[in-house]
């Protein structure tokens, strides 16, 4: 009974191509995230979406595009893809926007 | 704008013995919540605990307890005669709420605990 899952677990993929990564809870939630963790293991928010509402996007390029088909999904759209996107993802989800955030897996991105 | 600072950036100690690691914190929120994640080498991020900004009563559960002070931002964590097990890197992380709105957790840079056999 996998709480907060991704797929696929590792993508590796060419430079200039269009990704997509995909996450879903089933705790019922309200808000969800995505982070990206770098290859010092520093990990910053990109996204995050309450009811279907998007409440916070930091400074990440626009090739970046989160998209909620419902409450429990929040999938993670990447165009063009960059050397420097290379990196780990993780989908997040918290019962409310000042819940305890439940990370899933993550997703292992490399672009070559 | 939030900042967590974690200072150790590695500790190695041998198995049995008692570790802290710590965490300072800077916010000018009212209102906020601090974190302890665990990223094993396996890679998931294991939530530990959470604190609010109104509650400093110290935590323990098992060999694992935590000092949140307010007086000087910090919500240091301490591991009793650890174990091989414990060796991970471990994350403290910050969330305020000024606006209403959920604006993630921003989070230390890690430290990574070595439990030696």
């Known amino acids: 009974d996998t709480a907060v899952s991704q797929t696929p677990k590792y993508l590796v993929t060419q430079m200039g191509n269009d990704k997509s990564i995909k996450c879903e809870q089933n705790l019922g939630h309200d808000t969800m995230y995505w982070y990206k963790q770098d290859s010092k293991k520093f990990l910053k928010i990109m996204f995050s979406?309450?009811?279907?509402?998007?409440?916070i996007n930091e400074t990440v390029p626009n090739r970046f595009s989160p998209k909620s088909p419902d409450k429990a999904h929040l999938n993670l759209h990447i165009n063009s893809l960059e050397l420097g996107d290379s990196a780990v993802y993780f989908c997040?989800?918290?019962?409310?926007?000042?819940?305890?955030?439940?990370f899933g897996p993550g997703t292992r991105l490399t672009v070559l | 704008a939030q900042k967590v600072t974690q200072a150790q950036t590695e500790i190695s100690v041998v198995e049995k013995e008692d570790v802290t690691l710590d965490c300072v914190y800077e916010t000018r929120d009212t209102t906020y919540y601090l974190f302890w994640y665990k990223q094993p080498p396996s890679g998931e991020l294991v939530f530990l605990i959470r604190r609010n900004s109104f509650d400093e009563q110290n935590e323990i559960s098992g060999r694992y307890s935590w000092n949140f002070q307010k007086s000087t931002s910090s919500f240091n964590f301490t591991i009793t005669a650890s174990q091989v097990v414990d060796s991970a890197v471990y994350f403290c992380a910050l969330s305020a709420y000024s606006g209403g709105g959920a604006d993630g957790l921003t989070f230390g840079k890690g430290t990574h605990l070595i439990i030696q056999p």
């Open positions: 979406y309450n009811n279907k509402e998007l409440i």
């Open positions: 997040a989800s918290s019962p409310d926007s000042r819940g305890t955030q439940y």
